[in-house]
């Protein structure tokens, strides 16, 4: 394939994404992190993390300062939300075409790179942002930085430093997965020499290494402790981090260890089957030869297998722990694509074009049953769900078959991706009513700092939108921050009835009416048009002020 075909082909395989940079930010950790990012772009402090409830060490900030910078320049609303995740994928893609590079050659890096950016973990990083996009690409630039380094050795030092920014994006599993890639090959060779000369060598380079990673880091921690103390750096550096290996961070969930196998399975669609394949092909190659010479194109290889091992047997498992393998996942198939003689590349290329007509049928199943809608939009929508299956069956059929396999994978699920972020989770979030909502407080209460949320969940969605501290309150709460002069307006759930307000002399009048579900944790019912209605319930947001008599 010709540059401009390669460029169109990396533009298609993450342009879905643009779709979706819009799109409301969601009410858990994302909307979590973007406050958390609101309020260091209003206060002017970025290095004391703040959110609705008070100092934030849950994550490092390097996510947030990137979503903060987004605010300053495109105001506070999602793009500059999910923006930064928009330009780490980049960062990831262009890593793991360095990576290719050195280790094969350009092919392999380009064909590394469009299987990233085509690959549903990488979509759902930018659609659900969160702090393991940031961490996805300065692992993986890392890891290229100090590849490149082996002919420039100032690139090591800044594999060191870019190494101190993932350990900004997640803490210490930051530097662990650039370790654990990079060591068992770093190491090979030094085995035969002296110890003498082992122990010299990695006391020369790694704890200078360490430095740089360090200067990089400390100063954020620092911070960190004058705010919370020793205890807030220990849960951040250790108990959200590595102490989740030993069930020691408070977090147990009932997962087994093989979920990051099934997870693997949809996360890295569509190159999970020849993912599978590539590694089955190795583990039987080295059940007959038995032996690992030392080579750095083994490198993907460690990457994925060793971090994927750490996760598996944490006490506690999310979907996004694996996504930081992106990169390696696509190497590793990215070298079996080269593997394959045209006759297997035609067979593989008719499973992605099978997979391509799965998601169209996805995609109707999706208007049918979940979100019914007008047929103009309708017709759009099919068209674009349907475009890459069109182009499969014609132009990439004519392809040499490898360059065809390579077209089919990064395009065969562009479709729905696209369908996805442009329409499936605008919908969805349709039931999550916080941008509405804020805009509504903003308007009828501009200068409160508080947003008083009464029998309902203080979303950190509501606080984000609404820019203020979206608190919990009972009734008479809500009528002590009214004689403090607090707000003027109330979120009002369903748990409880609107004569409690009354009983506490507070008088109201209701300003809007909006559905509302978590929609971080869809169900069937609430994923069935014809059942959703039984699953979202009603918050009001009220004009509150106190009667005469309880003045």
């Known amino acids: 394939m010709t540059r401009t075909t390669w460029a169109l082909l990396l533009t298609a395989s993450i342009g879905p994404a643009v779709l979706g940079l819009g799109n409301e930010v969601q009410e858990t950790d994302p909307a979590q992190y973007a406050d958390v990012a609101r309020r260091m772009l209003v206060s002017g402090d970025w290095l004391h993390l703040h959110d609705q409830n008070g100092p934030f060490y849950n994550k490092p900030p390097l996510t947030m300062w990137l979503q903060a910078a987004g605010m300053a320049v495109f105001g506070i609303d999602a793009l500059a939300v999910r923006l930064p995740g928009l330009l780490f994928v980049v960062i990831t893609m262009v890593s793991t075409f360095l990576i290719g590079r050195v280790l094969a050659d350009e092919k392999r890096g380009l064909t590394a790179a469009a299987l990233v950016g085509a690959s549903l973990s990488t979509h759902l990083m930018v659609l659900d942002p969160k702090v393991d996009t940031s961490l996805t690409a300065m692992t993986s630039l890392a890891i290229a930085l100090m590849l490149l380094g082996r002919t420039r050795p100032w690139l090591r030092l800044a594999a060191w430093a870019v190494a101190g920014l993932a350990v900004l994006s997640k803490g210490p599993i930051g530097l662990g997965i650039p ?23 990695l006391w020369s380079v790694w704890p200078f290494g360490l430095v740089f990673t ?6 954020f921690y620092a911070a960190t402790r004058s705010t919370t103390g020793d205890d807030g750096v220990l849960y951040m550096l250790w108990y959200q981090g590595f102490g989740r290996l030993w069930g020691q961070s408070g977090f147990l969930d009932d997962t087994t260890p ?14 999970a089957p020849l993912l599978v394949f590539a590694l089955a092909r190795r583990v039987a190659m080295f059940a007959t030869v038995r032996k690992l010479p030392g080579s750095i194109s083994r490198i993907p290889l460690w990457w994925f297998s060793l971090v994927f091992v750490v996760i598996s047997i944490s006490t506690y498992k999310l979907p996004q722990y694996l996504y930081p393998l992106t990169p390696a996942a696509a190497l590793l198939v990215a070298e079996e694509l080269e593997r394959l003689d045209d006759v297997m590349a035609s067979r593989w290329r008719w499973l992605f074009i099978g997979l391509s007509a799965v998601a169209v049928v996805f995609a109707g199943l999706t208007f049918a049953l979940g979100f019914p809608t007008e047929l103009p939009t309708v017709a759009v929508w099919a068209a674009v769900v349907a475009a890459p299956l069109v182009v499969l069956v014609t132009w990439a059929r004519r392809l040499p078959a490898q360059e065809g396999l390579t077209v089919s994978m990064t395009l065969s699920l562009a479709g729905v991706m696209a369908f996805l972020a442009g329409f499936v989770q605008p919908a969805i979030l349709e039931s999550q009513p ?22 309902a969940v203080p979303a950190f969605s509501y606080s984000f939108y609404a820019r203020r501290d ?23 759930g369903q748990d409880g009835p609107l004569e409690a307000l009354t009983q506490e002399g507070i008088s109201y009048e209701v300003l809007g009416t909006f559905t509302s579900f978590s929609t971080s ?31």
């Open 521 to 551: 944790r869809p169900n069937a019912k609430f994923l069935l048009a014809s059942t959703r209605a039984e699953t979202v319930i009603e918050v009001k947001l009220l004009r509150v002020w106190l009667t005469a008599a309880a003045q």
């Open 258 to 271: 093989l979920f990051f196998t099934h997870t693997a399975l949809w996360a890295f669609l569509p190159f």
């Open 214 to 219: 360090a200067l990089i880091a400390m100063p």
């Open 470 to 492: 979206a608190t919990y309150l009972m009734p008479d709460g809500l009528k002590a921050a009214l004689e403090a002069g607090k707000s003027k307006v109330a979120v009002f």
């Open 434 to 455: 916080s941008r509405e909502l804020g805009a509504l407080v903003r308007r009828e209460d501009p200068s409160s700092t508080m947003l008083p949320v009464v029998f």
């Open 179 to 201: 370790v654990l890639a990079l060591l068992p090959e770093v190491v090979r060779p030094s085995w035969l020499e002296a110890p003498s000369t082992l122990l010299r060598r």
